[in-house]
């Protein structure tokens, strides 16, 4: 005891820096974690179990919820318009998330933003030229030359076509990374020609890795999925009468010898993306899209009202509740279960504490103030957040693991990035220091007078 006095007479003594006094207090965590070694195993499982539990699910909800273009969702719409019978309308009814065919290249030709294009889903079967390889089937995108620098997509060989091959039904073709190296052993392929079913096509470009998350161009086909192996001139696509994938929805009759896909039919089954880099060009591009719905109802086409909408990258994953409700729930309950183990945590720090009654009245009059004694117990439970965030850390990695083997789209996306690795810790220790907040201001409302009468 005469030893811990002379320390704490002369640490308390001193008018010390800062850092050094947090270091004295840190090594006094450590000889105290040493002497009550179940108390601290406790303490550190409870923060442990309730970290690993919430940065788990909230791993996963960040990957869901975020931007899937930091540097270009400001500039990025998609409208919305309804070609829909007025039967069955009700009054604030959200158009289709779609357009009709008719629509979306109306909209590209009147080229009213910096850039646009309209796109769909699809599916081609490749007939891989190396030898031993089978026929296989891929995903593909059928879309318009905008889409490359819109989206500011990452090219390793070669880039995207332009407008002219659009309008000239281009047989070009750009493809991935991925299936660049099963086809071709990852050279550069540009050039080089691409079966799929009866017809070739020359690679203009090979995609560099880019996996956008959310798949924020087209919901309907996958939200989390993979990218599209393939990238076709949309105008080609459909001259040469290619198998489309994706979700469509007819809203009326079909007239005789018009198909699906047709200019003429009335079906929603496309999406379309422009770029509008000023809130100038937003407000005169939901203008021209008014007046363009207001022409439609003139020539009988269009009849409800209020069916035009221009929503940014973000809003349009808000509206469409990109993150699944089960993820919402398991983030709530996870947070939940993390307060049960900080109230654990509570009343454990409480009795550590005020079983040093003896020792903290002995600081309080060798001069240490209340302020002093407070700190002192913050830096111990913050100490325990430490540890608790280091196993904290293996429960999560454990918890992901665990995400990724179930059968959803979205769990081989379940990995922890530098920025929840930061978070794991930030949380631990805030979450430790705020259960130590009573605790630690009980310890230092400890008489030194009663203490020492006590001795």
Same mark, same amino acid.
Request: with cysteine; net charge neutral.
């Given at each position: 005891?005469?030893?811990?006095?002379?320390?704490?007479?002369?640490?308390?003594?001193?008018?010390?820096?800062?850092?050094?006094?947090?270091?004295?207090?840190?090594?006094?965590?450590?000889?105290?974690?040493?002497r009550?070694?179940?108390?601290?195993?406790?303490?550190?499982?409870?923060?442990?179990?309730?970290?690993?539990?919430?940065?788990?699910?909230?791993?996963?909800?960040?990957?869901?919820?975020?931007?899937?273009?930091?540097?270009?969702?400001?500039?990025?719409f998609?409208?919305?318009?309804?070609?829909?019978?007025?039967?069955?309308?009700?009054?604030?009814?959200?158009?289709?998330?779609?357009?009709?065919?008719?629509?979306?290249?109306?909209?590209?030709?009147?080229?009213?933003?910096?850039?646009?294009?309209?796109?769909?889903?699809?599916?081609?079967?490749?007939?891989?030229?190396?030898?031993?390889?089978?026929?296989?089937?891929?995903?593909?995108?059928?879309?318009?030359?905008?889409?490359?620098?819109?989206?500011?997509?990452?090219?390793?060989?070669?880039?995207? +076509?332009?407008?002219?091959?659009?309008?000239?039904?281009?047989?070009?073709?750009?493809?991935?990374?991925?299936?660049?190296?099963?086809?071709?052993?990852?050279?550069?392929?540009?050039?080089?020609?691409?079966?799929?079913?009866?017809?070739?096509?020359?690679?203009?470009?090979?995609?560099?890795?880019?996996?956008?998350?959310?798949?924020?161009?087209?919901?309907?086909?996958?939200?989390?999925?993979?990218?599209?192996q393939?990238?076709?001139?949309?105008?080609?696509?459909?001259?040469?009468?290619?198998?489309?994938?994706?979700?469509?929805?007819?809203?009326?009759?079909?007239?005789?010898?018009?198909?699906?896909?047709?200019?003429?039919?009335?079906?929603? =089954?496309m999406?379309? +993306?422009?770029?509008?880099?000023s809130?100038?060009?937003?407000?005169?591009?939901?203008?021209?899209?008014?007046?363009?719905?207001?022409q439609?109802?003139?020539?009988?086409?269009?009849?409800?009202?209020?069916?035009?909408?221009?929503?940014g990258l973000?809003? =349009?994953?808000?509206?469409?509740?990109?993150?699944?409700?089960?993820?919402?729930?398991?983030? =709530?309950?996870?947070?939940?279960?993390?307060?049960?183990?900080?109230?654990?945590?509570?009343?454990?720090?409480?009795?550590?504490?005020?079983?040093?009654?003896?020792?903290?009245?002995v600081r309080?009059?060798?001069?240490?103030?209340?302020?002093?004694?407070?700190?002192?117990?913050?830096?111990?439970?913050?100490?325990?957040?430490?540890?608790?965030?280091?196993?904290?850390?293996?429960?999560?990695?454990?918890?992901? =693991?665990?995400?990724?083997q179930?059968?959803?789209?979205?769990?081989?996306?379940?990995?922890?990035?530098?920025?929840?690795?930061?978070?794991?810790?930030?949380?631990?220790?805030?979450?430790?220091?705020?259960?130590?907040?009573?605790?630690? +201001?009980?310890?230092?409302?400890?008489?030194?007078?009663?203490?020492?009468?006590?001795?």
């Open positions: 005891m005469a030893r811990n006095a002379n320390i704490g007479s002369s640490m308390f003594g001193n008018n010390m820096l800062g850092s050094s006094m947090f270091a004295y207090y840190f090594d006094l965590a450590l000889r105290s974690f040493r009550n070694k179940a108390l601290t195993a406790l303490m550190v499982l409870a923060i442990a179990l309730g970290i690993g539990a919430s940065m788990t699910t909230l791993t996963v909800f960040h990957v869901l919820s975020g931007d899937p273009l930091p540097a270009r969702s400001s500039v990025l998609t409208p919305q318009l309804d070609p829909q019978p007025i039967d069955g309308y009700h009054a604030g009814e959200e158009p289709p998330d779609q357009l009709t065919r008719m629509d979306a290249e109306a909209l590209l030709h009147a080229r009213r933003g910096d850039r646009q294009a309209l796109m769909t889903g699809g599916n081609v079967a490749v007939l891989p030229q190396r030898q031993g390889m089978t026929p296989f089937n891929s995903d593909a995108r059928y879309t318009s030359a905008d889409f490359f620098p819109m989206f500011a997509t990452p090219f390793l060989f070669g880039n995207g +076509w332009d407008a002219a091959a659009d309008d000239g039904r281009a047989r070009v073709a750009v493809i991935t990374t991925e299936l660049n190296d099963k086809l071709f052993g990852g050279g550069n392929s540009v050039g080089k020609t691409l079966r799929l079913g009866d017809n070739d096509f020359r690679i203009v470009g090979v995609l560099a890795k880019w996996r956008p998350t959310p798949h924020f161009y087209d919901l309907n086909t996958s939200q989390f999925g993979a990218l599209e393939v990238f076709l001139p949309f105008s080609t696509a459909m001259d040469l009468n290619l198998d489309r994938s994706g979700s469509m929805n007819c809203y009326d009759q079909r007239p005789d010898g018009v198909h699906d896909t047709d200019v003429a039919a009335p079906c929603e =089954w999406q379309f +993306w422009v770029e509008l880099d809130a100038k060009k937003v407000g005169d591009y939901k203008a021209f899209l008014d007046n363009y719905a207001d439609q109802r003139a020539a009988g086409r269009f009849h409800r009202p209020d069916g035009v909408r221009l929503r973000m809003e =349009w994953l808000d509206f469409k509740e990109v993150v699944p409700g089960d993820v919402h729930l398991q983030t =709530w309950l996870a947070f939940a279960f993390l307060l049960v183990c900080l109230v654990n945590t509570v009343g454990l720090l409480l009795a550590k504490f005020l079983r040093r009654s003896t020792e903290i009245g309080r009059a060798l001069g240490a103030s209340r302020r002093q004694i407070f700190a002192q117990c913050l830096v111990e439970a913050g100490t325990v957040g430490l540890a608790g965030a280091v196993l904290g850390l293996g429960l999560a990695m454990l918890g992901l =693991w665990a995400v990724r179930q059968p959803v789209e979205y769990a081989d996306l379940a990995h922890l990035d530098p920025l929840m690795l930061l978070a794991t810790f930030a949380l631990a220790i805030a979450a430790s220091v705020l259960a130590g907040l009573l605790p630690a +201001w009980r310890a230092c409302q400890v008489s030194p007078a009663i203490q020492l009468k006590s001795q």
